[in-house]
């Protein structure tokens, strides 16, 4: 990586880092490129040449070419180095029969291979976008594209956790970064040094070094008092990187949530073609001093590839699948892993779509339609956020229709108007046509049990030609419901003595393809 830099919605640069490249063009050349293209995009929307054209659809990875002249400055430094490094290793002192026996000795010795290969025509530009801020790195060597992503979004995680204290991306804002310059370009200095090399991520720690902005820290500024706080600045010797020295807090606490995450491909029937389950160990943990945590989970065999943090003890997690721990201060992720298929072959999916499309009839000047989304769950949980997307294609004109609510024991109806449903016992949710994308989405806040929400209406379209696709994006979210049946079933502390108050708990969420025929 060569540099980080944080523009605006539409790429201009507001701050940056240190780059290798000495060259002050270099990261100018990167913005330039990106804003330019997300003119380009915004020209052709409001033209009206291109339909599906959004800055959203810009690829993440972006090849920019550069001239010659940009790198030429970083070659030369970089040969000067070799040449100096070469001089000052004085060759083996061996006899000519030793040294003749590999010939490879010698040409290593005057070619020496490079550790990184520049990649030629230019240089490729990762990026991101979260609330109204781009966050781009660009990288002029080869490199795992997955290294440059990893590092953006754990930028992105520091900054909310500093500035906005909540990961709603609709809060960071150029506002927020410009108000707290200082701070965001101090995390810049800690996270990256002027090599690309990746220093510090660990939000404890760098609460250390760079103090977070309060509005005790302003006023002591503006009123020009020494603050106490700044003799922690000092204390950077912890002995655990990711816990903050001397914790204190009134209450102790702990509580982990088990989230899984559902991929996969289901046909008209209800079958799964292809399931995926993923899950995320998440932890909030408020300890006084450096406890020790055991965790015990229900059915460990079941977790598989798993990344855990770096405070997980791998042995003993190898040993007897336990996890033993001393927990980050606040709110982290201890680890990210998969479900074994063979864990959730038995469970069946927690809703069920009914989806018909019948042909185009000239007299409804369109598509007859219905879908119905059925609750399969036990009666204990509810199905929340649940959005139908069902991408219709060209030709559209819009939607007429209406939404119902059916009881499972009796197909009581009730029935409503297009748009925000009012206030019922069942809500059947909120239908909107996007015509830019030709996409008709449904969302359903609540799908209690035993009900099944109708979508029924036409597709307007003037030509008999009107494909929609054969398949409908299905999301929603499930609270404390474990689709493979993972749970945490013990809490256990050791190396202090306090009570621990501690808890538990566990949440679907689903992306599933459902197809209609």
Request: hydrophobic share 40%; charged share 20%.
């Amino acid at each position: 990586m060569d540099g980080l830099i944080i523009a605006g919605r539409h790429g201009q640069p507001i701050m940056l880092s240190r780059f290798r490249q000495t060259n002050p063009l270099y990261s100018m050349l990167h913005t330039s490129f990106l804003s330019d293209l997300i003119a380009d995009v915004q020209m052709q929307a409001e033209a009206g040449t291109s339909k599906n054209a959004s800055v959203r659809d810009i690829p993440p990875v972006l090849s920019v070419p550069l001239p010659d002249s940009i790198f030429a400055e970083e070659e030369e430094e970089q040969q000067q180095d070799e040449d100096e490094e070469r001089e000052s290793v004085s060759p083996p002192d061996l006899p000519d029969e030793a040294l003749a026996w590999s010939e490879s000795v010698k040409k290593t010795a005057e070619d020496p291979t490079e550790t990184c290969v520049s990649i030629e025509g230019g240089s490729i530009l990762c990026h991101i976008m979260v609330g109204d801020v781009r966050f781009l790195c660009p990288v002029s060597h080869s490199i795992d594209p997955l290294i440059p992503f990893a590092f953006l979004h754990k930028v992105v995680a520091i900054l909310q956790e500093y500035l906005i204290g909540s990961t709603d991306p609709a809060l960071m804002t150029e506002d927020v970064i410009c108000e707290h310059f200082d701070i965001v370009y101090e995390l810049m200095e800690e996270m990256l040094d002027g090599a690309g090399h990746v220093l510090l991520t660990e939000v404890n720690a760098l609460k250390d070094i760079v103090l977070p902005p309060s509005w005790l820290d302003k006023l002591i500024h503006t009123v020009g008092l020494s603050s106490s706080a700044e003799h922690a600045r000092t204390s950077l010797a912890s002995p655990v990187p990711w816990r903050r020295p001397n914790s204190k807090y009134a209450k102790n606490e702990v509580y982990l949530d088990i989230a899984e995450t559902m991929d996969g491909i289901v046909n008209a029937s209800g079958a799964p073609l292809s399931l995926d389950v993923h899950g995320t160990l998440e932890c909030s943990a408020l300890l006084s001093g450096i406890p020790e945590l055991v965790v015990k989970l229900s059915h460990p065999t079941m977790v598989e590839y798993p990344a855990w943090h770096k405070c997980i003890q791998q042995r003993v997690w190898h040993e007897n699948r336990t996890l033993r721990f001393i927990p980050p201060d606040g709110n982290s992720r201890l680890g990210e892993f998969r479900i074994k298929s063979a864990a959730t072959a038995k469970s069946s999916l927690p809703l069920c779509i009914h989806a018909k499309v019948m042909p185009y009839e000239a007299a409804l000047g369109g598509l007859p339609f219905e879908i119905g989304v059925e609750h399969t769950l036990d009666h204990s949980y509810d199905l929340q956020d649940v959005c139908v997307e069902w991408l219709l294609g060209n030709g559209v004109q819009g939607i007429d229709a209406t939404t119902q609510v059916q009881t499972v024991a009796n197909k009581v109806s009730m029935s409503s108007d297009i748009g925000s449903i009012p206030s019922l016992s069942r809500s059947t949710g909120t239908m909107v046509f996007d015509r830019k994308r030709q996409l008709l989405r449904w969302t359903i806040p609540t799908l209690t049990p035993s009900t099944i929400s109708v979508l029924r209406g036409t597709i307007l379209s003037s030509s008999t030609h009107c494909r929609p696709m054969y398949a409908l994006q299905v999301q929603f979210m499930v609270q404390g419901y474990s689709f493979s049946g993972l749970r945490v079933t013990s809490v256990q502390l050791e190396k202090e003595a306090y009570t621990l108050s501690k808890g538990a708990r566990v949440r679907l969420m689903g992306d599933i393809e459902w197809r209609l025929i």
